[in-house]
């Protein structure tokens, strides 16, 4: 049911996006060109899926719509093995039932929105000393 099959990877920030296809396709575009490791999931099993496989996931990006369950929901249920991870709601109104920590980016976004937005809720990277 995996969209694509993970491919390991030392480089970038590991990044679950859940996502009807239109969005998904260039919200993945953009983040895998500045960087960032994507994995693509196109319904809620998907990204259950990969987030049960990844244990490094550092952010889930959802839509409201596309994830075939309610996205409140999935949201807790990845959290059950994934308590801190930062979750980032991409629709036109913020969700009943979602976490508090959850923004929603309008699906209007600009290139610089979403990647600010994306920055500000990554964990800070461990900064290991060159010896």
Do not use: K, W
């Not at 596309?66 to 929901?73: K, L, N, P």
């Amino acid at each position: 049911m995996l969209a694509q099959r993970p491919v390991p990877s030392n480089r970038g920030r590991r990044i679950v996006i859940c996502d009807y296809n239109a969005l998904l396709q260039s919200v993945t575009g953009l983040l895998r060109m500045s960087g960032y490791c994507v994995f693509q999931a196109y319904d809620a099993t998907a990204a259950r899926e990969l987030c049960g496989q990844l244990p490094d996931i550092e952010m889930l990006i959802l839509n409201t719509t596309g994830t075939g369950v309610d996205s409140a929901t999935l949201v807790r249920e990845i959290r059950e093995r994934h308590p801190t991870l930062p979750v980032l709601h991409i629709g036109n109104r913020e969700l009943d039932g979602m976490a508090d920590d959850v923004p929603t980016l309008a699906e209007s976004f600009t290139a610089q929105q979403l990647l600010t937005t994306v920055a500000g809720l990554m964990p800070a990277q461990e900064q290991h000393p060159v010896e």
